[in-house]
């Protein structure tokens, strides 16, 4: 293996260097734990006033309930002599790690290892156990926000089983991560575990890429709160033009409200909200669970997780009583909904519920059942699992496990991220999260690739993932603060990057919700809440800020092939990057680039070397429109680089011919504006191509032909398209000459 290698994180032809990271001089299988047998002598563990003792191997660490917060649990470490049958062996220190853990207690014991950029990492070790328990295990990041690169949850048993997982290592500009091989047994019991192991090989698919296919309409999905009918709604127009899917959440037509007692069916809010999306050009996408009837529930769970209701306690979002009130309640969508529906969510965040912690494989059973009635009323029905958390795939390891994702059409996971932390609240140091949060996520931080090695672990590689719910989550942001000038950028910047990760379909949460202010800009004083729908309760409706973006970047992307990014230098001396990526539509390109870390006390603000003198046009995410040339300075908000439009006029030399006289008749098009357009005109007839595509000159494309009183005497309707360039976008010219064939004698009349 090489000692060296460069990771390239993009593949953009721009006349500027790409970021590149090192990576270390190791060869593949070398170890990178210490200890890795869990060999005497060992270090002895109080921690947490006597609740956590014993003895660990050196250089493991003890990690177990991170701030000893917990009451009533213990927590003993030992070296013990039970090892792996034919494992190597010290003469003196034949010894496994045991944990045993009682009480609540968690157990969290790691060892430490550096993760290279460019590596793919296979860590492996084995476990056994007292009796059948869960253990999880992890590559986690050393410190905040602590990314698990590659999990692992495993049942082991009383016998010693080997466990191997595998994930890949963040790109970082330094070149390395810290990184903890983590061992995690969170109920009481004990476990042993012996020969653990943390190995790299140079990862040769180790660039970031982004889908080869143009980004469609249904890309883009919206959740849309208030009712659809308020006066001067524009969502409508919205759907219309650029935004594919509509999730039915948060908006009335849930479990709940249409069937809020045992057989008593209430679709009236189902019709209305499905009637609107079908007829602006979108589809619904339902959710079947998470919001239900108290009475559906069993008695025992229905006050663990009624967060949506509180106080009057009207509501669950418990697991089901049973399967069989689940699958009468999906039967009873699968009847109606029929041709009206077919995209279906199967539950909406369990992970937030206790009722679901322990039963993974009931919901498993859920969506397996859901997805059979479906399927069964319409084969053309695409159901998704049930919502996976993004904190770490170790919850989509656990319910894959379980059996879930089998038969279902996507994986549907919310991307709110925990990078963030207050970023968006300007009254918060910025120490508590990342101002790049959605770069490190979906870029540096692997996050697809690694979710997708877990799938690939279960046979579901080529699952697609949908990313159902995300946006800018601001419940404890102190109201007043100008926090909606940061959202729409990575309002903006989310929906972009969700793109070139690879995520297949991207929701964003809400497109008219404010978060912290009422309608007329005071705070908002439900506390519990936080949050509102814009001028809840009547009034004229307005456009939040980042609903706007969130339409302005689905305007830029449908339609175009997205590059992955590429990272250039501060150019202005500060240490903060621009990120860009290309756009091309056909043969014409433009440029999206923003500065993720950029702040308004920035006094190094970088800017962005424009490819070519030709992209003049810059736009923001308001839609606002400057004239730019040269270096351009960037900010956290995305701004399209474009061309100027072109303008054309179209003549004909003669507005009628007799057939068969054979004239020779110059059709001429003028392109003019943009930056210098380039490239062919196709003139056409009827819709009809007229010869082939004539280069511009100057400007000008003519066509001189004697074909057109060939055709049959009627008019007809002489157009023209402008093909484009490597910058100007193509255009079809508007209709501006009819032209009339007359019989070839003079003594009969022309068509009127």
Not at 291 to 319: I, Q
Not at 399 to 425: E, F, Q, T
Not at 556 to 573: D, E, F, K
Not at 628 to 646: H, R
Request: hydrophobic share 35%; with cysteine; glycine share 8%.
């Amino acid at each position: 293996m090489p000692t060296t290698s460069s990771l390239r994180l993009v593949s953009l032809a721009l006349a500027a260097a790409c970021l590149s990271f090192a990576q270390s001089a190791t060869a593949y299988g070398s170890n990178y734990l210490n200890t890795p047998n869990f060999d005497a002598p060992g270090v002895e563990v109080n921690r947490c006033d006597g609740k956590v003792t014993g003895r660990t191997a050196n250089n493991w660490d003890d990690n177990s309930d991170a701030g000893c917060s917990g009451t009533g649990y213990t927590v003993t470490y030992q070296q013990d002599d039970d090892r792996v049958a034919g494992a190597p062996a010290t003469p003196t220190s034949p010894h496994s790690q045991r944990i045993t853990v009682t009480g609540s207690g968690e157990a969290r014991l790691r060892g430490f290892s550096w993760l290279f950029s460019g590596h793919r990492y296979r860590a492996s070790i084995w476990v056994r156990a007292d009796a059948e328990r869960e253990v999880k295990l992890s590559l986690r990041r050393d410190g905040w926000p602590y990314t698990e690169y590659a999990v692992a949850s495993v049942k082991a048993g009383t016998a010693w089983k080997q466990v191997t997982f595998e994930g890949l290592a963040p790109n970082e500009a330094s070149g390395k991560t810290g990184a903890w091989m983590t061992i995690v047994v969170d109920k009481p019991g004990t476990v042993w575990v012996d020969d653990a192991s943390v190995v790299s090989e140079v990862d040769p698919q180790n660039v970031v890429t982004a889908p080869a296919a143009a980004v469609p309409k249904d890309y883009f999905g919206l959740h849309v709160l208030r009712d659809n009918n308020a006066a001067g709604h524009p969502v409508g127009a919205y759907l219309q033009r650029n935004i594919g899917l509509v999730r039915l959440w948060d908006s009335g037509p849930v479990w709940l409200n249409i069937n809020p007692s045992p057989g008593v069916w209430n679709w009236d809010l189902f019709e209305e909200r499905v009637a609107f999306v079908r007829s602006h050009g979108a589809e619904p996408l339902m959710v079947l669970g998470g919001l239900l009837p108290r009475w559906a529930a069993a008695e025992g769970d229905r006050d663990k997780c009624n967060f949506y209701d509180e106080v009057n306690k009207t509501n669950t979002s418990s697991p089901p009583s049973d399967i069989e009130t689940w699958k009468n309640w999906v039967r009873g969508v699968a009847a109606h909904a029929k041709g009206k529906v077919r995209y279906f969510e199967v539950w909406n965040e369990p992970y937030m519920c206790d009722g679901f912690k322990d039963r993974l494989p009931f919901l498993a059973q859920m969506e397996a059942e859901a997805i059979a009635i479906l399927k069964a009323a319409d084969p053309n029905n695409v159901v998704l699992t049930p919502t996976m958390p993004p904190w770490g795939n170790d919850y989509v390891d656990r319910y894959l496990a379980a059996g879930g994702g089998k038969y279902a059409d996507g994986l549907a996971v919310h991307l709110y991220d925990n990078y963030l932390a207050n970023h968006l609240d300007s009254t918060k140091p910025y120490e508590v999260g990342y101002r790049d949060s959605l770069e490190t996520l979906l870029i540096r931080d692997r996050y697809m690739d690694n979710l997708k090695l877990v799938l690939g672990r279960y046979g579901l590689a080529n699952l697609p993932v949908w990313d159902t719910e995300s946006g800018y989550s601001m419940r404890d942001v102190q109201c007043g603060t100008q926090q909606e000038p940061k959202a729409l950028a990575y309002v903006a910047r989310r929906n972009l990057l969700n793109w070139i990760a690879g995520v297949k379909h991207s929701f964003y949460y809400g497109w008219d919700l404010h978060y912290a202010r009422n309608k007329d800009g005071t705070c908002y004083t439900n506390a519990a809440l936080g949050r509102e729908t814009v001028n809840e309760g009547g009034g004229p409706y307005f456009v939040t800020p980042s609903g706007a973006a969130y339409e302005q970047m689905a305007r830029w992307i449908t339609g175009a092939v997205v590059s992955a990014p590429q990272v250039l230098p501060n150019n202005n001396g500060g240490t903060t990057q621009v990120w860009a990526v290309k756009l091309k539509r056909g043969p014409t390109t433009s440029y999206i680039a923003w500065n993720p870390n950029w702040t308004s006390t920035d006094n190094k603000l970088p800017t962005y070397p424009l490819p070519s003198a030709k992209l003049q046009r810059r736009t923001d995410l308001a839609g606002a429109v400057t004239t730019v040339s040269g270096n351009v300075a960037v900010t956290a908000s995305p701004v399209l680089f474009t061309a100027p439009p072109t303008s054309n006029t179209f003549t004909s030399q003669y507005g009628g011919l007799r057939q068969g006289w054979n004239y020779a008749n110059t059709l001429t098009v003028t392109v003019t504006g943009g930056a210098g357009p380039t490239g062919y005109v196709q003139f056409q007839i009827d819709g009809i191509d007229l010869g082939a595509p004539v280069a511009l000159a100057n400007g000008v494309a003519k066509l001189t032909t004697r074909d057109i009183d060939d055709y049959p005497v009627a008019w007809h309707t002489l157009s023209a398209n402008y093909l484009g360039d490597e910058y100007h976008a193509a255009v079809k010219l508007p209709v501006t000459k009819q032209i009339r064939v007359c019989p070839n004698s003079l003594l009969e009349s022309c068509p009127q």
